[in-house]
């Protein structure tokens, strides 16, 4: 990485499962350097590398971390550990009562995902539940979960909740005590954002995984990876965690296995999206699939040199990218087929989200105005933007 700090590369020597000798030696070696422990810590939560910093460096640095940062990543890796475990509890309470009436479920990311990674579900940075169901079984199990004292959120009309179960993917219902929230899926991605890999299928292909002695369905190994893929590049690679979270999944994928990796990512117009992830693996971590995944998907490296822009961006602000031009030029970027990144832009120019209906309440009769009001809304935020461009003022 461009100027790399200690404090980054200490980062990236704790974002993997396991520490060989090596790791070890490198992380004593960056431990006895001018660390700012206090922007280590910051930079590590943002990047959801608080549990991994604090298992690492207890097992290989103990000895040479000042005693209140000990004692603060052991504070903050405790308080981790103990809202997974509820949040485990409350996830195998919501895939249970769903089974018990007939709904399919998939429990993916979070806990199960750190489980299947890291060989703990602890360590990943707690988040929401998140539950992938078919679209046919919205209205029975948003029941469900109101039943389990959930509220979806925000409140929607009738119109509203059709249209958003149309044209998104996913919805919130929050509880309070612990505030709880559980994602509820129904696809993998809304339709401004074009993936041709559809929850349904992934439901076909769902494998059985051991978590805290209950038996959950998630996505299979390949999936996953083409998922994780997918949604690191929708989310513009913000978190470090996530890159970790692809290497290990990486390692996983039998030999056998990657032809159908290949042939899922051609099938869902991904395979730029894909080629990124694993650009990124080999980049950061050193972790390759076989030659000629890598030949198939990225051979004339274009993902290769958008990993190193990337990388050389993960620790600062301009990685973060809030212009909706400039992420339409991403899009441009990762995605296989010009005309998908252009329909991702007029449906995200068009189609009303959350935000449209909760900036605006009208009663069902109004609803189709939401498409009209939608493109003044943004238009007024384009405008903005342009001119803080053309005036080089940072966003407020």
Not at 52 to 59: F, I, R, Y
Not at 197 to 226: H, N
Not at 319 to 335: A, E, P
Request: hydrophobic share 45%.
């Amino acid at each position: 990485m461009n100027k790399s700090r200690p404090e980054h590369d200490l980062l990236v020597a704790v974002a993997r499962r396991q520490l060989d000798s090596g790791d070890v030696d490198q992380l004593r070696r960056l431990a006895k350097l001018d660390i700012d422990w206090q922007y280590l810590l910051l930079t590590a939560r943002q990047h959801g590398l608080i549990p991994l910093l604090h298992k690492h460096l207890n097992k290989a640095v103990s000895d040479l971390l000042p005693g209140k940062v000990r004692t603060k990543l052991k504070q903050e890796s405790v308080a981790n550990t103990q809202s997974i475990l509820y949040l485990v509890g409350q996830a195998i309470k919501v895939d249970t009562l769903f089974r018990e009436n007939g709904i399919p479920t998939a429990i993916f990311k979070g806990p199960i995902l750190s489980q299947l990674v890291y060989d703990e579900m602890s360590l990943r940075q707690a988040g929401d539940i998140d539950v992938l169901i078919g679209r046919e079984h919205f209205n029975r199990a948003k029941e469900l979960l109101e039943s389990l004292g959930f509220q979806m959120v925000p409140k929607l009309t009738s119109a509203q909740q059709a249209a958003h179960v149309a044209f998104h993917c996913e919805i919130q219902f929050v509880r309070d005590d612990w505030f709880t929230v559980v994602d509820l899926h129904w696809d993998l991605t809304p339709r401004s954002f074009v993936f041709g890999m559809s929850g349904e299928e992934v439901m076909s292909r769902l494998q059985t995984v051991s978590l805290a002695g209950s038996q959950i369905e998630t996505f299979c190994a390949e999936d996953l990876l083409l998922y994780q893929a997918m949604h690191g590049a929708k989310h513009l690679w913000r978190w470090f965690e996530a890159i970790s979270s692809v290497a290990e999944l990486v390692k996983t994928i039998e030999p056998s296995a990657w032809s159908r990796v290949i042939d899922q990512a051609v099938k869902a117009h991904a395979t730029k999206m894909l080629g990124l992830a694993l650009r990124l693996a080999e980049l950061i971590f050193e972790v390759t699939p076989p030659e000629n995944v890598l030949l198939a998907l990225d051979r004339n490296r274009v993902m290769a040199e958008l990993a190193e822009k990337v990388r050389d961006e993960l620790f600062t602000t301009q990685n973060r990218l809030s212009d909706s031009t400039d992420t339409n030029l991403y899009n441009l970027r990762i995605m296989d087929r010009r005309r998908d990144a252009v329909l991702s832009s007029l449906r995200a120019f068009f189609v009303p989200t959350l935000s449209d209906w909760t900036a605006l309440s009208l009663p069902s009769s109004l609803h189709p105005l939401y498409y009209a009001i939608r493109p003044l809304r943004l238009s007024k935020v384009y405008s903005a933007s342009l001119l803080r461009r053309l005036t080089n003022k940072p966003a407020s």
